[in-house]
């Protein structure tokens, strides 16, 4: 389910050597996932909670 998504990594993460960084994918719901353990584990938000989340972090 969450590999056939399309993946974005943040735009915060800029090109650190670490890699470490996240990776939202929005479709139906909203997924995030660690970009360095991109088969690993992934939480799962709905959409207006990951808005919530997004307005008051902005």
């Known amino acids: ?17 670490s890699g470490s960084c996240v990776e939202v994918s ?12 991109a088969g690993g584990d992934v939480l799962a938000f709905s959409v207006s909670a990951w808005r919530a989340f997004v307005v008051s972090v902005a």
Do not use: F, I, P, Q
């Not at 389910?1 to 050597?17: H, N, P, Q, V």
């Not at 929005?26 to 353990?37: F, P």
């Open 1 to 17: 389910m969450a590999a056939e998504r399309t993946w974005r990594k943040s735009s915060y993460s800029g090109d650190t050597a």
């Open 26 to 37: 929005l479709a139906g719901d909203a997924l995030v996932r660690d970009s360095k353990a």
